[in-house]
């Protein structure tokens, strides 16, 4: 049964506080999947607690079984009609993601990014699971452009490198929620011990994006479909955004890098 006519059925029965969650949760609609316990409490004026009774009311052992529902009805109608072969949609998507992405570009932003990565005496790159993927290919992309930066993706060692971070220190940080805890525990460490942040995620107002002395967005949801292509060709497409300013600010010869980088590896081909 959808979620909305499940509240509707079971409103009746709920108490005076409870129905304040019900009415929130029907005003923001599917966006509910991306809240919160701490946010719903605030904009219900209730307590976890009756959160947790409405959820349980309505059939589900919780906040997070009910958001899951209510993700994977989501997911199940947009997929429904889609054929599992259909190429041309998964081609459409992919494209959706980029210019979705596109628009959401700060120039603004993206030039102080750029500056802030100019200024670094050392780059960290962020990130755990498909965030932590995306990290470890702009440390790639950057080095073939003659930079040399730092990808982690383990929780404990980024926390060990964001404790001896200095303020010529600069983290890229990774996270399409903006809500990862790991990253953000880094990032909190890192800031601080007065390093700059460059924030790479779908929302300026989470955790991670109000650490972010500069805000990168990128616009794809995914909470039932982590670590998906549409995910991470967003944030690929802001790596190439933010090297290519890069190269642009500090005049680097392109060519000349790229053919030393390739006469390096040259001999690693097999004849």
Do not use: W
């Not at 079971?10 to 509910?32: C, P």
């Not at 998906?228 to 944030?235: A, H, M, R």
């Amino acid at each position: 049964m959808k979620y909305d006519y499940l509240i509707h059925n079971h409103y009746d029965e709920l108490t005076r506080s409870e129905r304040k969650v019900a009415d929130f949760v029907l005003s923001i609609g599917i966006k509910i999947i991306y809240a919160t316990l701490t946010e719903v409490r605030e904009a219900a004026g209730v307590g976890d607690a009756t959160i947790v009774r409405f959820c349980q009311k309505l059939g589900f052992n919780g906040f997070s079984d009910f958001k899951i529902e209510i993700a994977k009805e989501d997911y199940t109608k947009q997929t429904a009609d889609r054929p599992q072969d259909d190429y041309d949609t998964i081609v459409d998507s992919l494209v959706d993601a980029l210019k979705r992405t596109a628009q959401l570009l700060n120039r603004e932003q993206v030039e102080k990014a750029v500056s802030l990565m100019s200024k670094a005496d050392q780059i960290y790159l962020f990130g755990v699971g498909g965030s932590g993927q995306s990290a470890k290919s702009l440390e790639s992309i950057l080095l073939r452009d003659g930079v040399c930066s730092t990808a982690i993706t383990d929780p404990h060692i980024q926390a060990q490198y964001a404790s001896v971070m200095k303020k010529n220190s600069l983290v890229i940080a990774f996270s399409l929620s903006g809500r990862t805890k790991d990253t953000y525990d880094a990032v909190n460490i890192a800031k601080d011990n007065g390093a700059k942040v460059i924030a790479i995620t779908n929302y300026s107002n989470t955790p991670i994006g109000r650490q972010g002395d500069v805000v990168l967005q990128t616009a794809i949801d995914e909470f039932l479909n982590g670590g998906s292509v549409d995910g991470k060709i967003s944030q690929l497409y802001i790596c190439d955004v933010l090297t290519k300013g890069y190269a642009a600010q500090n005049n680097i010869d392109v060519v000349a890098l790229r053919e030393r980088v390739l006469r390096s590896i040259l001999n690693k081909s097999i004849e």
